[in-house]
Structure formats: structure tokens, C-alpha cells
């Protein structure tokens, strides 16, 4: 097995972060998840007959998210279900959208249904309405960061986003609310640990090497480039001598998914790896090492930030512990 790139792996298994936590964490999250107990999610299904299907129904799913933005889901659920059916929540990468209506179907056919979220203004149907103070060039991770208010973070609302989604397709008659899981990669990663986090009755969680971990050490590792690039586009426009550091990296703590991580009580597959120069082991292992649920660690010695070969399969079987298999 060749060395990673980042720590060894035996100080990777016991490495708790550097991302300063806000002093106001868990209120912070309190009163976020207060708010949209509050908020009419104002849920539209409208089918969508593209694929002559015969076993599968699709629908376009609408609902308002915190802020007033609406928000799109493809959703998608066996014909003819007689009893309440297990649920998967798929969640896609950074500035992508969640992809064909077919890439669901294996799941629709083993009883599930699926219910996929296209983040707002990435690459599918829904709406970014975010009015927010100061630079929003190339990312959502820094937009927000210059507001007075740290809640109009825009990863803050996508995080709730995704416990929205969840409580939505909970409230489904022909969903069983107690059998619903999480998955996703990179981006869907990270949103698949805050998707378990804020929501409790999530019961499987697979995050497969999750983004938005512990920002600070991304930049101490000089790594802040590809998905991270915003962070040195910020630095180098706004704080070239960076005066305010702390300060950013502090602010960045409310969206750093090491900090839900203890929230999470689903059943976790995680997969990291080793050779992953876009989202650091280091970084993914700060968010792994503080879920106290039932967890596994899937490791990948060789592989970046690619396909792993057989973790879809990995994935699917976890998935299938909803079904009692």
C-alpha cells in the first residue's frame, strides 16, 4: 500500500480537525432547524411522463426552502406500492445537478422510493434567491462569508435543504418514515452527513469522500484549488495579508460538516481515498472520527477522488438493510 499524501494512516484514525468551532455552534443549528419548523414548505409534485415506464412513476418535486427559494427534487416510486416503502435520499456533487430519472431506477425496483435534490443555483432546476452582502465569484462555499448575518451562509441553507427533503418524503403516504437513507459523493457527500445530522430519523447515512470538511486544514495543505479554489479567490481579493484569517476560518465553522458530525445517529458507510488531493483524507477523517453512531470505514489505499470501483454495489447492498436484507 503506497503512503498517502496526507498524514499516516494511523494518525488519520485518531485526527479531530483544526477548523476553529464557533463559540454559538449549536445554537447556531437550533435556531436554523427552529426556522424552518416554521416554514410552509409549499410541496408541488408534478408527474413527468418523459420515459414510458411501467413499473415506475417520476415526478418533479417543488417545495420553498428557508429563505423563500423554491426548490427542486426528482422524485420517483414504484407503481401499485400496497404498504409504506423504504426511502433513499441521493445527493449530487458540487455544481452538478442529480442526473437522469434512470440513474433511479435500480433502487424503484427493489420497492424503494427515491427522491433525488438538485442543489439551488448549481447545475439543476433550483432557485438560488439568496440576497447576501459581499463577493459571490466562483462558489457557494464563500457565498455569504462578508454578511453581517452569518446565517445567510449559502451552504447553511442548502444544508437545510436537505433535512427539508427529508421530512418531505417522510410525510409521504407511501413512505415509511423510519426506513429512509442517505447517499452521496463529494458534495453529496458532505450533504448526506448534514442530511443525517439534521434530521435524527435518518437510519443509514453512505458518504462516499464527503466535501466541506475542515477548511483550515484544506488551506494549511495548500489545497485550496479545484473545489476549494473560492477559498484563495477570497483571501487573495479581500484579505491579501490575511488580517481577518481567524476570523473567515471561524465563519466557515458553521458550514464544516466535522461539527454535525456527532449529531448523526444513522448507521454510517463511509468511504475515503487515500490519494484524494481534492477533498484531503485528513479533512474527510476530522468528520468520521466524531460520528458516534454504528459506523465502517471503507478505505480506497490507491484512489483519489474518482469512481471507487465497487462502492456503488457496496452501497446499494448497505441500502438494502431497509428492506431487512
Known sequence: MPLTFDKPLPELRNYNGINPRPDDFDTYWEESLAELDALDPQIELRRNDTLPLSHSE?????????????????????????????????????TGNIGDWTDKLAFVSE???YAGLD?????????????????THNGHIIRG?????????????IFLDTAQLAR?????????????????????????????????????AAPMFPFLCDYKRVWEMDLAKDAYAELKTWFRHFDPTHD?????????GYIDLQYLAPRIKAETLFAVGLMDTICPPSTQFSAYNKITAPKELVLYPDFGHEGLPGHSDRTFRFMMKLKGC
Open 58 to 94: 417520476c415526478f418533479d418535486l417543488w417545495f420553498t426552502g428557508v429563505g423563500g427559494a423554491r426548490v427542486h427534487a426528482k422524485y420517483v416510486r414504484p407503481r401499485g406500492l400496497t404498504a409504506p416503502a423504504p426511502a433513499v435520499l441521493g445527493f449530487h456533487g458540487y
Open 111 to 113: 420497492g424503494f422510493c
Open 119 to 135: 442543489c439551488r443555483g448549481q447545475g439543476g432546476a433550483s432557485e438560488d434567491n439568496l440576497q447576501v452582502k459581499g463577493n
Open 145 to 157: 462569508l462578508d454578511d453581517p448575518n452569518p446565517k445567510n451562509l449559502l451552504f447553511r441553507q
Open 168 to 204: 418531505i418524503v417522510m410525510s409521504f403516504p407511501e413512505v415509511d418514515a423510519e426506513r429512509i437513507g442517505a447517499m452521496g459523493g463529494s458534495q453529496g457527500g458532505a450533504l448526506t452527513l448534514a442530511c443525517a445530522a439534521l434530521e435524527p430519523r435518518i437510519r443509514l
Open 244 to 252: 481577518r484569517e481567524e476570523a473567515v476560518f471561524t465563519r466557515l
